[in-house]
């Protein structure tokens, strides 16, 4: 499990290896959790 945080807000993103997320669901938690690519890219979660 990986537990990330910004401000307040806490996220745990469960992580099993061989498996992935889709992309409609990864799109889904990001939009509920409010990230922006800035954020994203601050945690190296993306490039």
Known sequence: MHIYLKGMNRVSIHYHPKKTYGAKMLQGLLGD????ESDLRKLKLIK
Do not use: M, R, T, Y
């Open 33 to 36: 959790i409010g990230w922006s």
